[in-house]
C-alpha cells in the first residue's frame, strides 16, 4: 500500500490522450503524413496557379490591377466571339490533324526502328533530332522555309519550272494551317516513334515465335501480338501528344503570331495576345481555361477507352 | 517595331558620334556645371532605379549610358539602369505601379504614364523648364503624356516610321517625287506593280509595321476608332471608304504581305525584292552600313506618309515617354535626370547615336546634327509634328493601347482585304470588340 502511494507521488498523474496524439502515431495517419510534403508541393505550385486562373477569369484583372468580380462576363462574352470560336476551330483541327499523322507517322518509323539493320543505334539517335532542337529554334528555320520571298521551297520549284511565283505559305488561310501543322507533326514525330520503340521491346520474342510457328502472317502478328500489348504506351503516347499539341504555343508565335487574320490562333496563342500582350488578364484566363474541359476529355477517352483491359490489373487478357 | 531582328541588322553600325557633342571630360564638366545651377538637387545619397526599353542601336545606347554615368558622378546619385524587350516594359512598370516598388522611372511607350496616372509623379514643372528653354513640345508628343494640364510625364522621343522607297523605281514609273496624297500614292502603287518592282505593308500582326500604316489609312479617311469622349465611332461611312482604299492598295503589293511580321519589309527590301514601304529609318541604315549594298542605299529614299482626304497628316508613331513613380524616395534626382537628359549637350548627342531612329519632341531640336548629317535622315525629323496620339481623337490611355495590342484595327482591314470578310462583317467585328474595350 506504501508502495502504491510513492509511486503515485513521484509520477504525474497520466494527462487525458488526445485526438492529435493518436493522429500522431496512428498507423491509418501514417501515410497522410508522409504525403504531405507533397501534398504542399502540390498545392503551391499546381493547386493554386489553376485556382487562381480561374478565380482570374471571373474577375476584370488587368496586368498590375486587381480585378472586380465580374462572374460569367468573360464567358459570356467569348460565348459571341468569332475570334474565340475561330481559335477553338484552329486547336481541334491542328491537334486532330496533327496527332493522326504523329500517331501514324510515329508508329510506322518505331516498327521499321524495331527491326535488325546496320546501324541500328545511330538512326534511332538520328530520329530524335527534331525532338533536341529547341523549338523556336526550328520554328525559325521553317519560318524561313516558309517565307514569302525567300522559301527555299519556292525557290526550288520556280527553279524546276513547276509554279511560277511564290507560294504564300504563311499568308494564305489554309497554306498557313497547312505548315504550321506540319511542322507540328515534324516536331512530334521523334517523341511518339521513340516512345513506341521503348514499348515494342518490351514485347516477348517468344510470343512472335509461336505465332510464325502457328503460321500467322506479319500483319496477323502485328494486329495480334504487337498492337494489343502495346495499347497501354500508345494511350499514354497519345494522351501526351495530344496535350501538347493542344496547347502549342511556341511554333504558332514564331511563325505566324496567329495570322494571316488569325487562321492559326490557337486557344494558347489568343489567350497569351490578349491576357499578356492586351493586358486583360481575366479575358485571356478565360480562354485558357476554356481548354480545360478539352485536356480532360482527352484525357479521359485515353484512360478509360484505352486502358481498361484487365491486363492493367495483372488479370488475363480477353 | 519590336523585333530583334532589325535591331541585330544595326548592329553593324556603331561608333558614330556627331563631331563636336561633349564626350569624356567635357562631359562630365558640363554635367557637374549643370547639376550645381540646375532647378532640382538630387537628394543626398539618392538612388535611382531606371528601366528603359531595349535599344535599338548600339550607339543609342552608349549615348545614354554615358550620359547616365556623368549624371551619377556630377550628382553623386547611384544609377542602376536595366533594359527589358519593347513587350515586357509596359507589364513590369504596371505591376511597379501596383505594388509601390521596384523601379524609379520607367522608360517606356506609347501612353504608359496614362495607364496608372494617379501612381505618377507630375512632372509639369520640368516639361515647363525644358518647354521654355528648347522651343516648345509638339503637340501630338504633348498629348501624349497629358492629362488635362498635368503632366504625366516628359515625352523623351519618337520612334519615327516613314515610307522608304527605290527612287530608281519610283523614276521608272514616271514620278519624279514622292506622292503627297492618297489617290496619287494608290496610282504610284498600282504602276510599281505593272513594272514589276512592287510596294508591300504588313497586312499581318506586326505591332509597329502593320499598325502604324493601317492608322495612316483608317485616320487619313476621317476614320476614327472611338470620338473625343471615347464612344466607339468604327462603324462609318468614312470607315468603309478607308477598307476599299486599303483593299485597292494591297491589290498591288507584293505577295504575301499576310504573313508579315515587323522585319519582313527590311527582309524583302533589302534583298532588293521590295520597292517601297513603311518602316522606321532602319532599313536605310542597313543598307548604308553594309558595303556590299552601297547601290541600293544610294538609291533609297524617304518621304513622308501622304496626306488623306481630311487634309492634314494623320500619322501613328511610337513615342517614348519616360515616367517617375511617385513613390520613388527621390523625386528631385529623378526630375533632375530626366532634364539632364534633355540638355542640348547630351540630346544632340543621343539623337546623333540614334541615327534617325529617334525623333525629338522638343522644337528647337530641329536644328540638331543629326537631320543634316544626311538629307536623307530629314524626313524623320517630322515623326513628333505630324502624329496623332495613339489613340486618335480618343482619350490616350490603357484602352486605346490594348486596342492596339489586340490588333483590332489591323484584323479588321486584313479581313477585308483578304476577303474573309465584307466591309460590314470586318467593321462588326471590330466595333464589338472596341465596345467591350471602351464599355
New interface residues.
Given amino acids: 500500500m506504501t508502495i502504491a502511494i510513492d509511486r503515485g507521488q513521484t509520477k504525474r498523474a497520466p494527462r487525458d490522450v488526445t485526438t492529435w496524439d493518436r493522429l500522431k502515431v496512428n498507423r491509418d495517419w501514417l501515410g497522410f503524413w508522409f504525403m504531405l510534403p507533397a501534398m504542399a508541393f502540390l498545392i503551391l505550385f499546381l493547386a493554386y496557379p489553376l485556382g487562381l486562373g480561374i478565380w482570374i477569369s471571373f474577375t476584370d484583372a488587368r496586368i498590375g490591377r486587381v480585378g472586380d468580380f465580374v462572374g460569367l462576363e468573360n464567358y459570356e462574352w467569348l460565348w459571341d466571339d468569332s475570334i474565340f470560336w475561330l481559335s477553338v476551330f484552329n486547336t481541334l483541327l491542328y491537334t486532330f490533324v496533327a496527332s493522326i499523322f504523329k500517331f501514324a507517322i510515329g508508329l510506322y518509323l518505331a516498327l521499321l526502328l524495331n527491326e535488325n539493320m546496320p546501324l541500328k543505334a545511330m538512326l534511332r539517335a538520328l530520329v530524335l533530332i527534331p525532338f533536341i532542337v529547341p523549338t523556336v529554334l526550328s520554328a525559325l528555320a521553317f519560318w524561313w522555309i516558309f517565307d514569302a520571298q525567300f522559301s527555299i521551297i519556292s525557290w526550288s520549284l520556280k527553279q524546276m519550272g513547276v509554279i511560277s511565283q511564290n507560294i504564300n505559305f504563311l499568308g494564305d488561310v489554309y497554306w498557313a494551317r497547312f505548315s504550321v501543322i506540319f511542322v507540328n507533326i515534324w516536331r512530334g514525330i521523334p517523341f511518339v516513334a521513340i516512345t513506341l520503340l521503348a514499348g515494342l521491346q518490351t514485347v516477348s520474342p517468344s510470343l512472335y515465335e509461336a505465332a510464325t510457328i502457328d503460321g500467322a502472317t506479319r500483319w496477323q502478328m502485328f494486329r495480334h501480338i504487337t498492337y494489343p500489348l502495346l495499347t497501354p504506351i500508345i494511350a499514354v503516347v497519345m494522351t501526351f501528344s495530344v496535350l501538347f499539341t493542344f496547347t502549342d504555343f511556341q511554333l504558332i508565335w514564331a511563325m505566324t503570331r496567329g495570322g494571316p487574320v488569325n487562321a492559326t490562333h490557337l486557344m494558347a496563342t489568343l489567350s497569351y495576345q490578349r491576357a499578356i500582350i492586351g493586358g486583360v488578364l481575366g479575358e485571356g484566363s478565360a480562354i485558357s481555361n476554356a481548354m480545360i474541359p478539352f485536356l480532360l476529355a482527352a484525357i479521359m477517352i485515353s484512360w478509360f477507352g484505352l486502358q481498361r483491359r484487365k491486363w492493367q490489373q495483372g488479370e488475363a487478357n480477353d | 517595331m519590336n523585333d530583334f531582328t532589325r535591331r541585330t541588322v544595326l548592329q553593324g553600325g556603331t561608333a558614330f558620334a556627331a563631331a563636336g557633342a561633349l564626350t569624356g571630360p567635357a562631359l562630365f564638366d558640363f554635367a557637374k556645371a549643370w547639376a550645381q545651377t540646375a532647378p532640382w538637387k538630387a537628394e543626398k545619397d539618392a538612388k535611382l532605379t531606371v528601366m528603359r526599353w531595349k535599344r535599338f542601336v548600339p550607339a543609342e545606347d552608349a549615348a545614354f549610358n554615358e550620359m547616365v554615368a556623368a549624371f551619377k558622378a556630377a550628382t553623386s546619385t547611384d544609377m542602376n539602369v536595366f533594359s527589358e524587350s519593347f513587350?515586357d516594359v509596359?507589364?513590369k512598370?504596371?505591376?511597379?505601379?501596383?505594388t509601390g516598388s521596384g523601379l524609379d522611372l520607367a522608360w517606356g511607350l506609347h501612353t504608359l504614364p496614362q495607364l496608372?496616372p494617379t501612381k505618377v509623379l507630375l512632372m509639369n514643372d520640368v516639361a515647363d523648364y525644358l518647354g521654355k528653354k528648347y522651343g516648345g513640345w509638339t503637340d501630338a508628343a504633348a498629348a501624349t503624356v497629358k492629362q488635362g494640364n498635368n503632366w504625366l510625364g516628359i515625352p523623351v522621343a519618337t520612334v519615327g516610321g516613314y515610307l522608304t522607297y527605290r527612287k530608281s523605281a519610283l523614276d521608272k514609273a514616271g514620278f519624279k517625287e514622292f506622292p503627297k496624297d492618297f489617290p496619287g500614292f494608290l496610282e504610284m502603287c498600282k504602276a510599281l506593280k505593272a513594272n514589276g518592282t512592287p510596294a508591300g505593308f504588313a497586312?499581318?500582326?506586326a505591332?509597329g509595321d502593320a499598325n502604324s500604316w493601317l492608322h495612316w489609312v483608317l485616320w487619313g479617311h476621317g476614320a476614327y476608332t472611338v470620338d473625343k469622349n471615347d464612344k466607339v465611332i468604327i462603324n462609318s461611312p468614312e470607315t468603309v471608304k478607308a477598307l476599299e482604299y486599303c483593299k485597292a492598295l494591297s491589290d498591288t503589293f507584293?505577295?504575301?504581305?499576310?504573313?508579315?511580321?515587323d522585319s519582313?519589309n527590311n527582309?524583302?527590301f533589302l534583298?532588293g525584292?521590295?520597292y517601297c514601304t513603311g518602316n522606321g529609318i532602319s532599313i536605310y541604315v542597313a543598307a548604308k552600313d553594309d558595303p556590299t549594298k552601297k547601290e541600293l542605299a544610294d538609291d533609297t529614299y524617304h518621304a513622308l506618309w501622304p496626306i488623306g482626304p481630311i487634309g492634314k497628316p494623320t500619322e501613328l508613331q511610337l513615342c517614348v515617354p519616360i515616367l517617375a513613380f511617385k513613390f520613388t524616395k527621390y523625386p528631385n534626382a529623378a526630375k533632375a535626370f530626366i532634364a539632364f537628359m534633355l540638355e542640348k549637350q547630351n540630346f544632340d548627342k543621343w539623337l546623333s547615336g540614334a541615327r534617325g531612329y529617334l525623333t525629338h519632341t522638343l522644337n528647337a531640336y530641329d536644328a540638331s546634327p543629326v537631320w543634316t548629317a544626311d538629307p536623307k535622315n530629314y524626313v524623320f525629323s517630322q515623326a513628333s509634328k505630324r502624329a496623332l496620339p495613339a489613340s486618335g481623337i480618343g482619350t490616350p490611355g490603357?484602352k486605346a493601347?490594348?486596342a492596339i495590342?489586340?490588333?483590332l484595327v489591323v484584323?479588321m482591314f486584313?479581313?477585308f482585304c483578304?476577303g474573309?470578310e465584307d466591309a460590314k462583317g470586318a467593321i462588326a467585328?471590330t466595333e464589338?470588340?472596341l465596345k467591350?474595350i471602351y464599355r
Fill in positions: 513587350e509596359q507589364p512598370a504596371s505591376v511597379a505601379a501596383n496608372f497586312l499581318g500582326h505591332s507584293i505577295p504575301g504581305v499576310a504573313s508579315w511580321n519582313s527582309k524583302a534583298a525584292e521590295l490603357e493601347a490594348t495590342a489586340d490588333f484584323d486584313a479581313n483578304t474573309r467585328i464589338r470588340q467591350r
